[in-house]
T-cell receptor, first 106, second 119 residues
Framework: LAKTTQPISMDSYEGQEVNITCSHN???????ITWYQQFPSQGPRFIIQ???TKVTNEVASLFIPADRKSSTLSLPRVSLSDTAVYYC???????FGSGTKFNVKP | DAGVIQSPRHEVTEMGQEVTLRCKPI?????LFWYRQTMMRGLELLIY????????DSGMPEDRFSAKMPNASFSTLKIQPSEPRDSAVYFC?????????????????FGEGSRLTVL
């Protein structure tokens, strides 16, 4: 089972750029790397996906090294509304786990 | 589109009772997933369907749990008999891509969940 490893929690202050890392050592060759965001009392919501190198959208950037055994979600200039749990599900069974509880402080 | 619709949003029941959770996926999506979320174990995949057929139910905790998808627009997750340790939030999600294999797995849309409390 392709599982991922993430920090249990992270804190930051408003306006900072934040990087959340994920380790996915068992990712398959043709699997994409995805990140999701979950607010309290809601289901997870897709943020970004990539296969390798760098991907950027209006919400975040995703950095993937050549060996694809890890990825980094970069959130630019975070605000209080970015406080959420972030997941990097791996593999075709969408293993989410417990994610990273990210808290933005004023 | 209305998104993935789950019902009930909240359910409180007593140990031993049967619980049925319902899900309506997004129209046109051909994969459906049931997840369970608890503080201890995070978000766990229970089962997923592709074109109404169960593909992998290895995450279903035990025989007390069963899931069906009689047609493309409806699925149920049933717990019989329920136990206090089944208390959790149960999420349904759908995807426009096939469940196996998924080459680009980003398109997974979740419902708002059903919070189950078993007393």
């Amino acid at each position: 089972l392709a599982k991922t490893t993430q920090p249990i929690s992270m804190d930051s202050y408003e306006g900072q750029e934040v990087n959340i890392t994920c380790s996915h050592n068992n990712i398959a060759t043709n699997d994409y790397i995805t990140w999701y965001q979950q607010f309290p009392s809601q289901g997870p919501r897709f943020i970004i996906q990539g296969y390798k190198t760098k991907v950027t959208n209006e919400v975040a950037s995703l950095f993937i090294p050549a060996d694809r055994k890890s990825s980094t979600l970069s959130l630019p200039r975070v605000s209080l509304s970015d406080t959420a749990v972030y997941y990097c599900p791996a593999g075709r069974k969408f293993y989410f786990g417990s994610g990273t509880k990210f808290n933005v402080k004023p | 589109d209305a998104g993935v619709i789950q019902s009930p949003r909240h359910e409180v029941t007593e140990m031993g009772q049967e619980v049925t959770l319902r899900c309506k996926p997004i129209s046109g999506h051909n994969s459906l997933f049931w997840y369970r979320q608890t503080m201890m174990r995070g978000l766990e995949l229970l089962i997923y369907f592709n074109n109404n057929v169960p593909i992998d139910d290895s995450g279903m905790p035990e025989d007390r749990f069963s899931a069906k998808m009689p047609n493309a627009s409806f699925s149920t997750l049933k717990i019989q008999p329920s136990e206090p340790r089944d208390s959790a939030v149960y999420f349904c999600a759908s995807s426009p891509k096939e469940g196996r294999p998924i080459v680009i797995p980003g398109e997974l849309f979740f419902g708002e969940g059903s919070r189950l409390t078993v007393l």
